[in-house]
């Protein structure tokens, strides 16, 4: 009779984490389906001419060099308007804060910020940046929206890196009369700087993929040159995939799956490169 | 010895007093300095410390402002739940029922969807599969989290659309059901990696105390994991919904766009976000339809945030559970 | 009660260089509500060594961290009294309290180096305080170590990380980088706890010799090691309350060989006894 009841359960046992198993595979085989498909679909239209050519024909032919510039001075931009306010707010909350509602405030602005949607963002930048401050629909207005959402992942990934610095290191410094400021420039920002480089650049390659945001800040569809200034309208990956996929007709689907390819291509090479960092710097670890 | 510690103890301070006193003391190099380079420098810091603050309320006060004089036109009760929106006719009618019932809709089906599979995943990775398994498969899952959301849009609309379409037998593939299934998918990272990190934190003594009066690992994990881990889990839960709630590429691109308050998942809708996005190009600035929009992106951006308190506050109460 | 202990005899000393260089009058240190220190008063004389004995939890490093504000750096610190170096408050607004560390200088209970070379370790100090003349630091780096008792162990390999470095050279080189920004006083709080007694040896010997031109206040649990060492021995205990309050300071040979105060006695004999 044991023995039965033993069985009887070994074999729930064996469906339940069957079952398991069967919920991890179907999480991890999309992600390895669309990898490859994307591949397999888009990797005869990528070719060199693709990737430095002007489109024509509304994107059904051609290239899309203007989409790729585009985004990484997007990436560009971002980088700049967010990484120095990002760092400096994490070395606020870290080194200078003190625990009181001010610090807690600014905590709370923080994890609800990484919340808030990211068209609310384009909302915010279509108010502020292009008409409140005249940017127009530009690349300025677009980096900044973009900044604005990266802000939070900087902050937390710099807080967490600046944290994780050991405090000794902190004490021997002030303790000859260093300066807190020196401090931090000198001893905690140089150890804590692969950390945060991984933040800031997983924070870039999210900004590469968005498209909601520059939808509503003016991403255009075509253009016949690069833009010259950060005042004038840009083309983007992800906005450009977009069109192409949903608004073009008669679209030869080899391109639109060769713009999804290298939307791809571009934001998991930044992505990988965040993980390698993080890689690198463990192994580190050992001083 | 100090000689002048020799003597008695009065007599020794008193000497001390007076040669303390005596004593010509440099002041030099004590007295407080400037540094203005440094004043300068943690100004700056200060002031980006209060920058998530500054945008966070310049949210706020944008959206409001840019969105409540709509409800001088359009009474907010009528805003919310009139079922038509018919922006550019004469006069213009703004009711966002379709939206509303579109996103509560899309996203309690991607919810249901993603929950299940989302914690039986972290399960499996955190207390059955092998530590080398687990490993391989986690950045995986993180790449997913990667995907732009145009991509999953763009997957969703040239491969899931059709799948649905004749597996339900419907008009066309664009619909809530689709939009739905590939938003489960982009919230099944942020579901798994913090059930996971919940599960993680289940002190060892419960799993032991289960597997010494007999209990199989299975119903360890069922009994004792699942239900120690519940706050994490419902805070898990919560982010899923609220990257649901606020997905725009995805929905717009594959959910259909009708503006019909949708009565089953399998309808055409359109989204909140879906429809800001899609209106605010035509937008006149400052006309009527901009306003609503800016009142949908309010109404919105309640939402979420509303959502996402209710996650800090969960994940906050699981942290205090264990906490040692 | 007869103990040897191996008492430096320093009376020999030359009486001009005994002058107060830090004392404290009736300070109490609060960390919030709770009160760490009360009412100590003392006076650590120039160009000595001053061990501060007790046990764990009196307060010792909170006392020692008195000397150059380290305790600022904990939040809800309040220092009510006074301390003075050279006869300057150093507790008044108008000090700056870089400067005033730069001149009281301080050595951890764990050899923290950091995760640089040894001579970047070492040059970090004169660095930021203004040195830029890459011989003046090299000059600097070599008289420092030399004064640590590391130079020779360490000249052919000035580049190696000062975290390959045993622990008894990590700690001399914590010295030498106090040393290399020129304090007049050097602060030690249980600089030896972590090391081995070859390495520990070496340190003490080593404070002896600095000694001569710096004022050394050294924390520590180790009895033995205060009475070869030090010249001067406060002894702290705990009150009910938990506050640290100093019971007797005095000559370290009269401290160990006839205290004045029953506790002191019953604490000393106790850990000898």
Redesign the interface.
């Given at each position: 009779m044991a023995a039965v009841t033993l069985d009887s359960r070994k074999i729930t046992q064996r469906a339940a984490f069957t079952l398991l198993g069967l919920a991890m595979v179907i999480t991890t085989i999309p992600v390895l389906f669309i990898i490859i498909y994307t591949i397999l679909k888009g990797g005869g239209a990528v070719t060199w001419e693709f990737l430095t050519q002007f489109p024509s024909q509304a994107g059904r032919a051609g290239g899309i060099l203007p989409a790729i510039i585009g985004t990484f001075y997007l990436m560009l931009g971002t980088l700049i308007f967010a990484l120095p306010v990002g760092v400096m707010a994490g070395i606020y909350l870290t080194e200078y804060a003190?625990?009181n509602w001010l610090t807690r405030l600014i905590n709370l602005a923080i994890a609800n910020l990484a919340g808030v949607p990211s068209i609310i963002f384009g909302l915010f930048g279509l108010s502020v940046f292009v008409l409140a401050f005249n940017f127009g629909l530009s690349l300025l207005a677009a980096s900044l929206t973009l900044a604005c959402q990266a802000l939070a992942m900087v902050i937390t990934t710099s807080r967490e890196a600046i944290l994780a610095v050991?405090r000794?290191?902190r004490?021997?410094?002030?303790?000859?009369?260093?300066?807190k400021w020196?401090t931090v420039r000198?001893?905690v920002l140089p150890?804590a700087f692969p950390g945060i480089i991984t933040g800031v650049v997983l924070a870039i390659s999210r900004a590469a993929g968005e498209t909601a945001p520059i939808l509503v800040v003016g991403a255009a569809f075509l253009l016949p040159h690069l833009p010259q200034s950060p005042f004038d309208q840009f083309m983007a990956l992800p906005y450009h995939l977009y069109t192409v996929a949903v608004h073009v007709p008669n679209m030869p689907k080899e391109i639109v799956w060769g713009v999804a390819l290298v939307l791809l291509v571009v934001v998991l090479s930044f992505d990988m490169l965040a993980a390698a960092i993080r890689i690198k710097t463990r192994q580190r670890k050992y001083? | 010895?100090?000689?002048?510690?020799?003597r008695s103890?009065k007599e020794g301070?008193a000497t001390?007093q007076e040669?303390?006193?005596a004593?010509t003391?440099?002041?030099t190099?004590?007295?407080?300095?400037l540094r203005l380079g440094e004043r300068f420098i943690e100004v700056w810091i200060f002031l980006s410390g209060l920058l998530a603050i500054v945008v966070l309320l310049g949210i706020i006060a944008i959206l409001l402002k840019e969105g409540l004089p709509i409800f001088a036109h359009t009474p907010p009760w009528k805003f919310l739940f009139g079922a038509k929106w018919y922006p550019i006719s004469d006069p213009p009618t703004f009711g966002i029922a379709p939206f509303v019932v579109s996103t509560l809709m899309v996203t309690l089906v991607s919810t249901v969807i993603a929950v299940p599979i989302g914690v039986a995943c972290a399960a499996y990775l955190s207390e059955v599969a092998h530590r080398k398994l687990a490993e391989t498969v986690k950045p995986i899952i993180e790449i997913l989290a990667g995907f732009p959301s145009v991509m999953m849009g763009f997957i969703g609309l040239a491969l899931l659309s059709p799948l649905v379409q004749s597996a339900f037998n419907l008009n066309t593939g664009l619909c809530g059901l689709t939009a739905a299934i590939m938003l489960s998918l982009m919230s099944l990272p942020i579901i798994v990696s913090v059930s996971e990190d919940a599960l993680h934190v289940v002190p060892k003594e419960f799993k032991e105390a289960s597997y010494a009066l007999g209990a199989t690992k299975w119903e360890t994990i069922w009994h004792v994991c699942i239900p120690s881990a519940l706050s994490g889990i419902a805070a898990a839960i919560m982010l899923g919904i609220g990257r649901a709630i606020g997905e725009t590429m995805t929905v717009l691109m594959v959910a259909g766009g009708a503006l019909a308050v949708p009565v089953s998942p399998t309808d055409p809708m359109t989204t909140m976000t879906a429809a800001i996005a899609s209106g605010i190009g035509n937008a006149v600035r400052g006309g009527l339809q901009y306003q609503a929009l800016f009142a949908v992106g309010l109404i919105l951006f309640i939402l979420t945030l509303a959502v996402n308190i209710i996650a800090e506050r969960v994940l906050e109460r699981q942290k205090r559970k264990f906490a040692r | 009660m007869s103990i040897n202990l191996n008492v430096p005899d320093?009376?020999a000393?030359p009486?001009e260089k005994?002058?107060?260089k830090l004392?404290t009058e009736q300070v109490s240190l609060f960390y919030g509500s709770f009160q760490a220190l009360r009412n100590i008063t003392l006076?650590i004389?120039s160009r000595?060594i001053t061990a501060i004995i007790g046990p764990s939890g009196c307060g010792k490093s909170s006392l020692l961290r008195l000397f150059?504000r380290?305790n600022d750096?904990i939040?809800g610190a309040k220092v009510e009294g006074n301390v003075?170096?050279?006869?300057?408050p150093?507790y008044d607004?108008?000090?700056?309290v870089?400067?005033?560390?730069?001149?009281v200088?301080?050595?951890?209970q764990?050899p923290?180096?950091?995760?640089m070379s040894v001579f970047e370790n070492v040059a970090?100090?004169p660095r930021?305080?203004g040195i830029k003349n890459r011989g003046q630091l090299e000059e600097i780096v070599e008289k420092s170590l030399r004064q640590a008792a590391l130079w020779d162990e360490v000249k052919d390999n000035l580049g190696q990380?000062g975290?390959a470095l045993s622990g008894g050279q990590q700690q001399r080189l914590?010295i030498a980088?106090?040393l290399?920004?020129e304090?007049e006083v050097i602060?030690m709080d249980e600089p030896c706890s972590a090391l081995d007694p070859v390495a520990t040896l070496k340190i003490e010997d080593l404070m002896r010799n600095l000694s001569q031109t710096y004022t050394i206040i050294i924390v520590t649990h180790n009895m033995q090691q205060a009475a070869r060492v030090s010249?001067?021995t406060a002894f702290l205990m705990i009150e009910p309350d938990r506050a640290g309050v100093l019971v007797e300071y005095?000559?370290t040979?009269q401290i160990f060989t006839n205290p004045k105060d029953r506790r002191t006695e019953d604490y000393i004999t106790g850990r000898f006894g």
């Open positions: 003190r625990n050991p000794e290191y004490e021997g410094s002030l303790a000859i009369g260093v300066t020196q000198h001893i150890q001083l | 010895m100090c000689h002048w510690l020799n103890n301070l001390l040669q303390v006193t004593a003391v440099p002041t190099g004590l007295r407080r300095r | 320093i009376s000393r009486v005994c002058v107060t004392k006076d004389p000595c150059n380290m750096l939040p003075e170096l050279d006869g300057i150093i607004a108008r000090i700056d870089a400067d005033l560390r730069k001149r200088g301080m050595v951890f764990k923290n180096p950091f995760p970090y100090g930021r305080h990380s975290l914590c980088r106090v290399a920004v304090p602060l010249d001067m005095g000559p040979a």
